[in-house]
Each structure stands twice: as C-alpha cells, then as structure tokens.
RNA sequence: GGGCGUUUAGCUCAGUUGGCUAGAGCAUCUCGUUUACACCGAGAGGGUCGGGGGUUCAAGUCCCUCAACGCCCA
C-alpha cells in the first residue's frame, strides 16, 4: 500500500537538497521562457480548497513547462489584504479586551505583523505540502521593501501624470470597519424590506406631497423633493416649497426625469412610486446627481458609525430633531417612522423586497457617505482604453466608443480569456468603470505618500493663485512649486469657497534619487522634514489592498529599480509579461483589470500575463459556495492527510473543466470510529443546507460529535466526549486510488526487469505485438496530454492519464506479458521505458509518487528503444518530458488489439456467466480468420481469456461446449464445466440474438432511407452496410448454436 | 431588469466540426483472495440526454420556447 505521508516527507526533502525549482534570468531573448506570479494568499488565514484547487493547476503547468525544458518561474508571495487582516486581528484583539484605538497605530500595526508573520509562514508550508514548486527563495509580500518601493514610485507617477486625485465624494462606507470600499468591494444582497410613504406638507399650507422611501432615516438629511417634469402632478407644485417634517427647513421642490412616475399599472417600480423623491445628496448617490442638478444644498447627518449625528455637517437641527441625534440608523428608522405615524404623517407602509449594498467584509449595509478620499483616474482613455486595448479581437469585438481603438502598441489584442465568455465579461466591466476609489481609513497597508495642509484663499501663493484660476470647489490642479523643483509632486484644489488644500506627493528614496530635477539639496528624509516644518501632515489613509497586488507581476520582479535589489535583476526582462494567471472569476474586475492596467502603463504597453484562466468555483453537494460560516469547507491538510498530496491534485485537476462548477459532497469524519459517513442536514432561516450542529456516531452506539457548521455559528462547542468532527470528501478517494495503483504496478514491474540491457537500442518493429501495441498508445497519449494542457483542459489531462495507466497498462499489458516478460530482455526494455515515461507523464499532477518512484524505476530501466527519447535524469522533477517519435504509432497494432480485446472480453462473458474459476483453463475451437487473429495477437487473448488451447475448428468438436458468434465466425468453447446448463445456454443465446436482430433492425432501416443513403457521406453509409453484413454473419452463428440446443 | 452558465445513469461528471447500440468514476448486483494492487480483478444491471416545438436523411449536439438551479452586472 502507497503511503502518503513517508513519500511526501522524503520527496520534499529531496526537492528541498537539489533545489530543485530555483531558476535564474536569461539573457537570451530566444530562449523559450514560462512563468506564473501566484495570485497572493491573503495572510488572513490558512489556504482552502479553492486555493487548493488555483495552486494545483498553475504548478501542472509549471512542472510541464520545466520538464519541456522551459526556463520556468513560478513567484511565489502572499497579500496583506489591509481590511481583511485587520479586520480579524481587530477581532482577535478585542476578545482580549483591547481595542484598536487604545493600542495606537504603531502598535497595532506590529501585532497584525505578527499575525502576518504567522499565517504567512502556514500559508507557506502549506504550498509546499501541496507539492507547489514555486521559487521559494524569492518569495514576496505585497508591503515588503521590493513591493513598497513599486507601489511608492508607481502611485507617485500617477500622481504626477494627473490620474491620482482627492475628492469630496459619497463613498461606500462600511460604518463597522469605518472605512470607505470601492465599488466592486460591494455586493448586492437582496433584502425584504418596507416602503414607507411619508407625507411632506407644503411650506404655504396648501396641501402636502408624499414621497415613497425604502430608507426614512435619511430624511433628516432632505434638501429637496423631486417629481418628473412630465408628471401632470408636477404642475401643481411647480415652484412650491416643501416645510420638511420634524427639522423644519423648507426646501425646494426641483423637476428631474430621473424621478419614476407612479403608474399602477406600470413596470415594478412605477408600481410602487408615488411620484415624489424626497432627495438627500449626502446619502444617496442618485440623490446626489440630482443635487448637482439642482444646486441642492448637501447636509450630512450621519457619522462614521452610521449613527445620527450634528458634528459632520448638520448645522439647523430644531429641538423636534434633537431626540435624534445619537442614535443609530436602525433605532433612528423606527424613531422616524414611529414619529410619522403619531403626527398623522404616515400614509402607507408596504412590504418591498430590494437589493442593498453590503460591505464584502463585514456584510454590514453600505451607507453612502460623503468624505475626502483619493482617486485613480480609471476611466482615463490611459487606463481604461488601455485595458480594453489590450483585449485579443476575436475575443471581444471592437473597443466601445469614445476609447482610442488599438493600434501598434506591443500588447493590444494579446489578451486572451479561457474559456472565452469571461472576455466578454471583462469589457463590459469596463464599459461602465467609474473612477477607483484607492484610499481606506485602515492602518494596516501601504500608507498614502502624500503630506497635505490647508490654506486659506487669502493666504495662497501666487503660483497656487495662478493654478486655481477658473477652477471650481473640489478640482484639483498641479501647481509648479518648490516642492516640484525638489522632486516633489504638487496639487491644490480648493475644498471650500475659501480653504485650499495642498497636497504634495513624494516619490520613494531610491527614485527621488534619479530623478532629474532643479533642486537637489534634499534627499527624500529631508524631504519630509522640510514639508512637516512646514505645516503638512501626512494622509493617515492607506492604499486598496489592490493597488499593491495590481503591481504584483512587476513589484515581485524589481520594478521599478532592479538593481537596488540584485536578487531580482533580469527578472522582468526574462518573465513579464509571464504565461498564465489563473484566478477565480470574482477576481475579474478586482484584481485582473487593474493588473492589465498598471503593467501596461508602467511598461509602454506591455502585458502582465498573455493568458487569463478562469477555474470553477467549489460547492459543497447541495451547490452551495464553500464557506467558513456554513461549515461546509472541507481542509486541504486534511485531505492531505487522509488521501496524500497527490490524491487531492489528482482529483482536483480531473474535476477542472471548462463549464462546470465542481460539486463535492461534504461527509463528515466520524471522530471516534474514524469512518466517513454523510451527515444528517437540516435547512436554515437563510435557506442553506448545512450539517445540523450534533450529529450522531455512525457506528450507531450512541456517541455524538459537533459539527463545523455548529461551531461556526457558536450553537455548540465541542467536548472531550462530543468532539469536533472533521469534514471530507470521497470525491478524492478516486485520486488514492490512481497513486496507490501506480505505486503497485512498479512494485511489479520492477520485479519483472532482470535482465541485461541489449546492446543496441530496441526496434519498435523487433518487438513481441503487445510491446509495439503499449508503445503505440504511449506515443498517442502523450500527443493527447501535449493538446490538453496547450488547451488548459486539465480534465482531458487527468482522464487520459488515467486511462492509459490504468485500463492499457495495468489492465492490459501488465497482464499480457506476465508468462513472457521475464524470459524476454526485449520486453523487459519495454516494459522500463513505459513505467519510466508514465512517471514523467503523470509527474505534474502527482508529483510525490512519480518522485517517490523515481530511483527504483531509473536505476532497474535496461535498454533503450529507438524513437523514444528518455534521457535520465537525477530526479523526475528535472527530468525532460518524454519525446517519442511519431513512427512508434502502430494504428495496425491498435485494430488488431481491439479485435483480440473484443474476442477475449466474449470469452470472459462467458466465462462469468458460467462461473467458470478463473485458474481453470479452457479450450477454444476457431476457424481460420479467428485463428490469425489470435496468432497476430501473440498469446495476448489465450493470457487475457484464461485459454488452455486453441484448437482448429476442422478438428472433432467436444460434446460439452458453447458457442459465441464473433465477427462472422463461431467460436466454440470447451472445458469450461463438466455439463452443459441448457437452459443457461438458451438464455444465453436468446439475448445474444435479440441484440443483434436489434442492431440489424437498426442499421436496415437507415439503409433502406434513401435520404441517408444520397446525403450521409459515402464512407459512412459503407460502414452502415458492413456492419449489417458482419452482424448478420453473426446472427446466423447465434441462431445456429441456438438451434443446435433443441 | 440585462448578461453568462448549468440541467445526460442512484451520485459526481465527460461527450471536438450534427453520424456506430450515448460514455467514465463512484454506488448497486454476481463471481473471484490467480504471489502488483480488495484503495484489487472479471462480468452484469441501470439513461425516452429538464419539458415542448422546429431544422435535417440524421439532434445529447443546431434554432425557438418554457421551466428549475447557480453566478455576474444594474
């Protein structure tokens, strides 16, 4: 039996000794070259599956490309995630009791360094228990000096370029992590909520509106009410004011045709409408534009926490409002709505469902909020054009309008989506991109290069003077300084009528230090100084976790100084743009985009990948995601642990298809027994199936378990006598299989190869039938693999290996040659040369087997065959993949072992149907056709079928025997038991007839369609008309036996 | 609301340009412990390819339509 664990320990070390997956830069530009960054593992936690999954296809690939004698990279690093990792050592902390605030800046950020140093060592370990062969020794982390210099130097010459800047805008704000989130950090959740239908009275008493909301907390914050210009009850407001309930301010009502017209009879939302929007700019982004529209006064009555409040904006709050300020938006909701309803201002309330943003991290409801944040200029012809440029045409069609098409920049149209349909997904994303929110009020990230102070208009230079000339509120403009002249960047913009804020990004040390510039008395500390001597203070903010990953295939190669770095010199020029990413598809817009993007710019044109493969996405049984609240997850280690490495890759990879989703049932392991066995389920309020919290010992003697759904959920925490139980899967149980198969074979095989090695190396055509019939499909199944992983069909990979290991070589001609092989040298060569090349083959999706197996199959192979091309090697990590010429491919060999496969497959039929032993040996009497058959076949069906004697036809047949039709001929079978059964006999037969009058029924009736037989190419209806020959041939050989019975 | 994907054996999935009696693994049933492997071998049973309509000599495959499920975008 295989053993995993003692393979893996040993194996890893052996890699770990050769370093064997260490490669340098070339400087040969026509040597071929194959790379992979990995898309960083956020250091929040341990991998999962999913990332099982991503990190198993990019190290086949990588391991295929080595062993074709690429100089391949495969970049190994991990991601610090700024609002993920903070958030959960925000957590961690405080059920210690300590807050954030308390511990200060610098100490929190050294305990989440901690955390950070923590998982970024499991995460290690874990990739190379999963057989990984990245380049470990220049691993990197998205803020380590390498990657904080790309990210300085990189956001500067934004900055400088005119595609950073600040503005006031609504944001999407989490109020629980209280940072701002870019819009594709928000995810729409549909939520079953009430519209409530408000009555406004008119500031002249004559009347009231009733504006619908979904959110009346934010009336507080109403500047205006709006209703369709073409409304007809528009004409009885027109001009008119509206004395806003409990605050008191009178505010207009304004005409916009973004309003939705009520119409019962319309489409959902005019269903719903009453014709008046109650319009709040501080707190909806729609409400917003309106504003805009209008000239609406902007007042913002909420704080960071979500909480009413009067300290950011709210300057008229009447003593009817004050009762509430301070509170929360859920509690200021049922204040408001109860408050309506007691003054007679209520007019409905109805149940609506609608989707709400929630924050991607603390699921909380995004509240719109309105703050100073920075912005990259994404929808910049720069960035945007250039990542719809760079899109390959038969993908994606024509750029849309207004977007510069592509021209001879090196890297339009080389960017390819497999499958396809994801590139289609990817232009319309950018089709409707909106400017890029980068800064997060977090302390953990890189933090924002930039020293801001504010000025008043009175007070500003000339040269700021001159820069805001005809500049309105909130448009920045560059401004020539001495901050510039020192190296610097310089904006200005002013925040209100009178204050101006000036900005000043400084460039990192080392490219300061290049830069040509006027005055060069400062280096970047001096810098700094001179600009807080001088009243600015540093944005607090720090970066998107995605700027710095949107870097990464240039930040872990150098860029943008390799030199400061020498471990990373020649990298970009031998790797970027490098061969494949391969992500989940969430990470479209997030990450891929903004890649495409920032390499493009950085490096004229240039791309960060040319392939993008999307893989599925794992679901539990019931086809829902994976996730760490439903406690369905299943744990790469354990797996690792119960199937080994190779199982689990093995499995995965064969999963890997271009359509589907894979679907894993989840079992659960018994901890006391250790048995797996499928889980009692129960439904939840949300509608998700998920093991119940306590479940019962298979072993059905009463004990009990908890379940990861239950302590995920808190329901229940398990106990010495009610452990927690571990999930699994038997999905995994066929890549077991397959390892533990493999490593059986060879333990045969070796015993089988003794003899000395031929002198010369072995002709294909010297060889006994069955050897040139292995060969041949050798030399087919690796062309086969060679198109599979070209295409990413990582599926077709696995399947065929399978195949060809299992049912041609194990099955077949393991046991074929087991009475010849020892007595035959030639055979013996054979035999070595196929186990060898089936280790290389199977080597990039089972690495610690074949490794495993390595010596022993080196060290017995004797021989060589001409046309197979095998050179040793010390390790099959290195080793060249295998190279046969395509002469070995035998398609006669191939018919001739079908037709005997088929005869001898008849025979075992018969043999089981009469439970014949299998050490028994039987005769068989054949005409002159089957005879030839069997001679070509060289002893391949007397091994396979347990044939004693072949004996001719013509000879005097035995009293006892049965018959079989096949191919036209009648095969007579003897010695099989002492009696014939008959009855057994006739049914027998009786089957064998109905199928065949079947097939013929079948085949007469599309012959005697004269359609078929003038349209259906000629050598199809040939087919049709022989095979009606050859099974009515056989027809006649079953009903004459039949009739032999009675 | 727009887009994409899925629906094939009890389960998980293959099925390239339409063309042999629609395949695999697991599960089930029968037989077998033949010194590579019971994480095994030999054999068997099991599908009107989600429903309906159409094109065609021929449809799991192409077109239309309906339904269910999932994902993305608004």
């Not at 050769?18 to 071929?32: K, L, Y």
């Amino acid at each position: 039996m295989y053993s995993p664990a003692d393979a893996e320990t040993d194996v890893l070390a052996r890699w770990d000794e050769a370093n064997a997956f260490a490669v340098e830069p070339t400087t040969d530009p026509d040597e071929p070259t194959y790379s992979i960054v990995i898309p960083p593992p956020n250091v929040t936690a341990a991998l999962h599956l999913g990332h099982a999954l991503n990190n198993t296809l990019q190290d086949v690939l990588t391991r295929y490309h080595r062993m074709r004698g690429d100089r391949t990279l495969w970049m190994p690093g991990t991601d610090h995630a700024g609002i993920a990792t903070q958030t959960v050592v925000e957590k961690r902390l405080l059920s210690q009791g300590i807050k954030r605030l308390d511990m200060g800046r610098e100490a929190f950020v050294e305990k989440t360094q901690e955390w950070k140093d923590e998982y970024e060592t499991v995460i290690l370990e874990q990739l190379k228990a999963l057989g990984a062969s990245c380049d470990y020794d220049r691993t990197r982390f998205t803020m380590d000096d390498v990657c904080a210099t790309a990210v300085r130097h990189a956001f500067f010459t934004l900055f400088q370029d005119g595609l950073i800047y600040r503005g006031k805008r609504l944001v999407n704000w989490d109020p629980v992590t209280r940072t701002a989130l870019a819009d594709d950090e928000v995810e729409m959740e549909e939520v079953e909520g009430h519209m409530w239908y408000l009555r406004y009275p008119l500031a002249d008493g004559s009347g009231h509106v009733v504006v619908a909301t979904t959110r009346p907390e934010t009336m507080l914050g109403d500047t205006g009410v709006a209703v369709n210009p073409n409304d007809p009850q528009a004409d009885a407001v027109r001009g008119k004011e509206v004395l806003l309930p409990i605050v008191g301010r009178t505010i207009p009502i304004v005409e916009d045709d973004y309003v939705v017209m009520a119409d019962p009879e319309g489409e959902a939302k005019a269903r719903i409408a009453s014709g008046f929007l109650k319009v709040t700019p501080a707190h909806d982004p729609n409400d917003w534009d309106i504003g805009l529209r209008h000239d609406l006064e902007v007042i913002n009555v909420m704080g960071p926490d979500g909480g009413i409040t009067d300290k950011y904006g709210w300057t008229d709050v009447s003593d009817e409002a004050r009762q509430f300020v301070g509170m929360s938006r859920e509690d200021a909701r049922t204040a408001i709505v109860a408050w309506f309803e007691a003054n007679g201002l209520l007019e409905k309330v109805i149940d609506y469902s609608h989707s709400v943003g929630h924050s991607y991290r603390s699921h909380v409801p995004i509240e719109p909020w309105l703050s100073d944040q920075w912005y990259v200029a994404v929808t910049d012809d720069r960035l945007r054009g250039s990542a719809l440029r760079a899109q390959a045409a038969d993908q994606a069609g024509e750029v849309p309008e207004g977007v510069t098409p592509p021209g001879d920049t090196p890297g339009d149209g080389a960017l390819r989506f497999m499958p396809p349909r994801y590139a289609r997904s990817y232009h319309s994303w950018h089709e409707n991109i909106r400017d890029w929110c980068i800064s997060r009020q977090l302390w953990w990230g890189h933090q924002i290069p930039v020293w801001n102070r504010t000025v008043s208009v009175a007070d500003a230079s000339p040269e700021i003077t001159a820069a805001l000339d005809g500049a309105g509120v909130d448009q920045a403009r560059p401004v020539e300084s001495s901050w510039v002249s020192a190296g610097a960047a310089h904006l200005v913009r002013l925040v209100t009528e009178d204050e101006i804020e000036e900005s000043v990004c400084v460039p990192p040390a080392s490219s300061l230090g290049r830069l040509e510039r006027a005055d060069t008395s400062m280096d970047e500390p001096q810098l700094v100084a001179a600009l807080e001597a001088d009243g600015y203070v540093r944005d607090p903010d720090v970066l998107d976790t995605w700027f710095s990953s949107g870097l990464w295939p240039m930040s872990t190669m150098g860029w943008p100084w390799p030199e400061d770095f020498p471990e990373t010199v020649g990298l970009l020029d031998s790797f970027n743009p490098t061969s494949l990413l391969t992500t989940a598809r969430e990470i479209i817009t997030l990450w891929v985009s903004r890649m495409v993007m920032f390499n493009r710019y950085f490096m004229d044109g240039q791309l960060p990948f040319q392939d993008v493969f999307i893989h599925a996405m794992i679901q539990d049984g019931h086809g829902q995601k994976m996730s760490k609240s439903l406690g369905n997850g299943v744990d790469p280690r354990d797996i690792i642990h119960t199937h080994g490495a190779d199982a689990m890759r093995f499995s995965l990879a064969q999963m890997t298809t271009d359509t589907q989703d894979l679907r894993m049932p989840v079992d659960t392991i018994c901890p006391h027994t250790g048995e797996a066995f499928t889980p009692e389920f129960i439904i939840t309020a949300a509608g998700h199936t998920v093991a119940a919290p306590i479940q019962q010992s298979p072993a059905g003697d009463g004990r009990t378990m908890v379940s990861l759904y239950g302590v995920a959920t808190g329901q229940v925490e398990p106990t010495d006598d009610q452990p927690l139980a571990r999930n699994t899967s038997a999905k995994f149980d066929v890549g077991r299989n397959f390892a533990n198969k493999v490593w059986n074979a060879t333990r045969f095989a070796l015993g089988s190869i003794e003899a000395d090695a031929p002198a010369e190396p072995v002709a294909v055509a010297d060889t006994a039938f069955v050897d040139r019939w292995i060969l041949s499909r050798l030399a087919e199944t690796t062309a086969t693999i060679d198109n599979a992983l070209g295409e990413y069909h990582f599926n077709v990979y696995a399947d065929t290996l399978y195949h060809f290991v299992w049912n041609d070589f194990c099955d077949n001609y393991l046991e074929a040659i087991k009475p010849t092989v020892r007595d035959t040298p030639e055979q013996q060569v054979v035999l070595g040369t196929v186990l060898d090349a089936i280790l290389r083959l199977m080597h990039p999706v089972c690495p610690f087997v074949t490794e495993a197996l390595w010596p022993a199959v080196s060290a017995a192979r004797i021989g060589t065959i001409a046309g197979v091309d095998l050179p040793e090697s010390p390790l099959v990590v290195n080793a060249t993949w295998p190279s046969i010429d395509g002469a070995v491919i035998d398609s006669s060999a191939a018919e001739t072992f079908d037709r005997a496969h088929n005869l001898a497959t008849e025979i075992r039929r018969l043999r089981a149907q009469r439970e014949v032993k299998p050490k028994q040996r039987i005769t068989i009497h054949v005409d002159d056709q089957v005879g030839g058959l069997i001679s070509d076949a060289g002893g391949m069906v007397e091994t396979l079928a347990g044939v004693g004697t072949v004996a001719s036809a013509n000879e005097e047949l035995p009293q006892v025997s049965s018959a079989i039709a096949f191919e036209g001929s009648q095969v007579i079978v003897s010695d099989l038991v002492d009696e014939v059964d008959v009855g057994a006999e006739a049914e027998r037969l009786d089957k064998a007839i109905a199928d065949l009058e079947g097939q013929i029924k079948n085949l007469e009736g599309r012959l005697s369609n004269e359609g078929y037989v003038n349209n259906a190419k000629p050598e199809l209806v040939q087919e049709s008309r022989d095979q009606l020959v050859a099974k009515q041939a056989d027809l006649e050989v079953a009903q004459a036996a039949r009739a032999a019975l009675d």
